[in-house]
């Protein structure tokens, strides 16, 4: 009984570091090989709440001492985060770190001289392209980016 008492009591010790660090890191490295673009964004985003995690930890170190679960309740948070059958990095994403940045993005869209189908234009583009449009269009002019837009339509419409 000693065995499986100290088995229970370090189980944080003894899976953690698979759970949180090695079976993230592999996968991670199959994500950056596939040509599919949502295991990356689990991916990710897993290793971005973990990190929020880490600096967690080590900002209240103090205060997780005295928490006897702390151990327990990282562990379960990252398997919640790392297992497929519950994708949580994922989830997280989808439903938090999205809006967020949407929000945000759409925030200085709004607030721009834009014309307003400028706008529903660059509200449907990545960060990036969105940059490289609103670059173009300070450099050569939202008429530029009219003709660009109309260029476009017409070479879709061909297709």
Not at 40 to 50: E, N, R, S
Not at 78 to 103: E, H, S
Request: charged residues 20%; aromatic residues 14%; hydrophobic residues 45%.
């Amino acid at each position: 009984m000693g065995i499986l008492a100290a088995i229970a009591r370090n189980i944080d010790t003894l899976i953690g570091p698979g759970v949180m660090l090695l079976y993230p890191l592999l996968a991670s490295v199959k994500a950056i090989e596939s040509p599919n673009t949502l295991d990356d964004q689990q991916w990710l985003t897993y290793w971005v709440l973990y990190s929020f995690i880490a600096l967690f930890e080590l900002s209240c170190h103090e205060i997780l001492s005295w928490v006897p679960i702390w151990p327990y309740l990282k562990l379960v948070i990252c398997l919640w985060l790392v297992l497929p059958m519950f994708n949580g990095a994922a989830y997280i994403y989808d439903n938090y770190v999205r809006q967020y940045t949407k929000n945000m993005a759409s925030f200085g869209i709004n607030n721009s001289n834009y014309a307003e189908h400028h706008k529903k234009v660059l509200q449907m583009m990545s960060f990036d392209a969105r940059k490289a449009v609103e670059t173009y269009i300070h450099k050569y002019g939202p008429d530029a980016f009219d003709r660009v837009i109309r260029t476009a339509e017409k070479e879709a419409r061909k297709h």
